[in-house]
């Protein structure tokens, strides 16, 4: 499966460079171009699927395994002290490549990055009647 306009499927087909560091049958990894910190990367499937959602299951524990495998290397090869793996889902969220990937950034004591701030709930009520929908959405769904 690929997608003539998608970046990482070019990538992929080796019709764009990349810094490749890991390879399976089914996943790739390689240097984000615009690192947050210098050893960031990708972790994506070969195959074209736009996010989360459209991802086969089956494949997460190739990209577990990718991500921890990569992830270590990544880790004692930048001497970084800790690691994020973030994956944006759908423009909001801040995804701009419209080929599922997950971020593997190497992170440092007092490097200063602060991913998200958080808020709270106005009650535990609140939080409560939230968690319910959400739960029978789930069952509904499933
Ligand atoms: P997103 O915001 O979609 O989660 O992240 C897309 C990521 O892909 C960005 O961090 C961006 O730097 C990276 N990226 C975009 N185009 C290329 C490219 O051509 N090569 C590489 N190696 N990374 C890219
Ligand atoms: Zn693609």
């Not at 969220?93 to 602060?114: C, E, S, T, W, Y």
């Not at 609140?126 to 029978?136: C, G, R, V, W, Y």
Request: charge should be negative.
């Amino acid at each position: 499966m690929n997608n003539q306009d998608c970046i990482f499927c070019k990538i992929v087909a080796g019709d764009i460079p990349c810094f490749k560091i890991y390879e399976t049958g089914n996943i790739l990894s390689f240097l984000d171009i615009g690192p947050v910190n210098k050893g960031h990367a990708l972790v994506i499937p070969k195959n074209h699927y736009k996010n989360i959602w459209d991802f086969p299951a089956e494949l997460g524990a190739e990209v577990l395994t990718a991500a921890q495998v990569v992830g270590d290397a990544i880790v004692k090869a930048t001497g970084a002290d800790g690691m994020n793996i973030l994956m944006n889902n759908n423009a909001a969220a801040g995804q701009l490549v419209f080929h599922a990937h997950f971020h593997l950034i190497p992170r440092f004591k007092n490097d200063g990055f602060k991913l998200w701030k958080q808020s709270e709930y106005d009650n535990m009520d609140e939080a409560s009647a939230l968690a319910q929908k959400i739960e029978k959405m789930i069952r509904s769904v499933n």
